[in-house]
């Protein structure tokens, strides 16, 4: 390759490398909130986060008193998806995640599929 060449690419390379933005960058906040039904907290229930534009699915339990928790989720619109035995299921299809800020979303269980936040 020419001499010439090697310093406009490079000078492209590193322009490029600084516009895209770093992890610590990223605008990040939480998700919390207790799962409860008509006798208490609900230990053990499954909830599923979704954001719903990159698609990213992440797990977790709620713990013996029925918190739940997810930190460093990037700032957007995301779905929840509880689900626990003895209990119908269920989908909220808009939990809003703000940068720096954490979002309580409580979920009340019961047989006739209503929840109560």
């Not at 689900?83 to 019961?110: C, M, Y």
Request: proline share 4%; hydrophobic share 40%.
């Amino acid at each position: 390759m020419l001499r010439w060449a090697k310093f406009p690419i490079l000078t492209l390379a590193l322009l490029l490398f600084g516009w895209f933005p770093s992890a610590s960058q990223i605008a990040k906040g939480s998700l919390q909130g207790t799962i409860t039904n008509q006798s208490g907290p609900v230990v053990k229930a499954s909830v599923e986060v979704r954001n719903v534009i990159t698609g990213l699915l992440i797990h977790t339990e709620s713990d013996d008193k029925g918190n739940y928790k997810f930190e460093s989720l990037r700032a957007g619109r995301y779905s929840l998806w509880v689900q626990a035995p003895g209990n119908d299921s269920v989908w909220i299809p808009e939990v809003f995640v703000e940068n720096g800020q954490t979002t309580r979303h409580s979920v009340k269980l019961d047989k006739s599929g209503r929840r109560v936040s």
